[in-house]
């Protein structure tokens, strides 16, 4: 799966998630779509931690710090 995909994935996965939480305020979707877009960060910071520890060069973490790019990109698209 490309990195923008993976990024888009993860950050719609939250904000279904979130959404249904509080789904009877439609007003604070601007802020759900961000506060999803935070999670979806944490969530890939942990992968390349993880990912980093196990593997001492550091390569395999390239295809997740690309999806942590297109996750912060999607900041500045929304703008």
Known sequence: ??????????IQ???I???????????ERIVLKE?????AL????EIIDFV???RKNGESCKYWQEV???IINQNKEDE
């Open 1 to 10: 799966m490309r990195a923008e995909d993976r990024a888009k994935k993860l």
């Open 13 to 15: 996965g939250f904000i």
């Open 17 to 27: 998630q979130i959404t249904c939480d509080v789904r009877h305020f439609p007003t």
């Open 35 to 39: 506060c999803a877009k935070q999670c």
């Open 42 to 45: 944490i969530c890939v910071e």
């Open 52 to 54: 980093g520890a196990m």
């Open 68 to 70: 942590k790019q297109e």
